[in-house]
């Protein structure tokens, strides 16, 4: 049986986190996932997302300057089913525990936003290093401008979020890192 030839549009997952030209500044990223590599978030994802130079296993202190500085004013989280949410995570970027009343959150779906640009990725991989580096996954993007947007789309990756959002246990809505992550989705909608 012969190899199928790659298609024009498979590529690298991470790709995808990397803004698209004219985005302008990032604004912001929350993201859902199953299991989840707090590595692979920081140091690929929002490295990409962020536009930083600097590679952390060559350069790490300059990574970590290079990131706190991108990260000062945009904000980065993800949600997690509770099982997999662990404690490893920098303090620069939210990690919240979805409980689902029964059943797991498996869903991903990242919402990354610059000033001019949103994107949404729907995908079947996990933030994990095989999910993005060698699983056979697959990926799908919506991504609004100023010349052309799907804001129905948009509202329904939202309300989605907030969903899962509203499903953090230990204080809900008083815990600092959901008034976060829910001022960002507050911040996308005023932006479209």
């Not at 549009?9 to 989840?36: E, I, K, N, V």
């Not at 509770?82 to 404690?87: L, P």
């Not at 990926?139 to 129905?152: F, K, R, V, Y």
Request: charged fraction near 25%; proline fraction near 5%.
């Amino acid at each position: 049986m012969s190899r199928r030839a790659k298609s024009a549009s498979s590529g690298h997952m991470l790709d995808l986190w990397r803004a698209p030209q004219g985005a302008g500044d990032p604004m912001g990223c929350l993201a859902t996932t199953y299991t989840f590599d707090p590595g692979l978030f920081d140091e690929q994802c929002l490295a990409r997302f962020l536009e930083i130079e600097s590679d952390p296993n060559r350069e790490d202190f300059a990574f970590l300057l290079e990131r706190e500085s991108r990260l000062g004013g945009a904000y980065a989280g993800v949600l997690v089913d509770h099982t997999q949410a662990g404690v490893e995570h920098s303090l620069r970027w939210d990690v919240l525990p979805v409980r689902l009343p029964s059943g797991k959150q498996h869903a991903k779906l990242s919402l990354l936003a610059w000033t001019r640009h949103i994107r949404i990725i729907v995908a079947s991989a996990n933030l994990t290093e095989p999910g993005y580096r060698t699983n056979f996954e697959v990926a799908g993007a919506i991504d609004l401008s100023p010349q052309q947007a799907d804001t129905e789309a948009l509202q329904e990756a939202v309300a989605f979020l907030r969903s899962l959002i509203n499903m953090v246990p230990r204080g809900g809505v008083d815990l600092p890192e959901v008034r976060r992550a829910s001022n960002f989705l507050s911040h996308v909608e005023r932006q479209v």
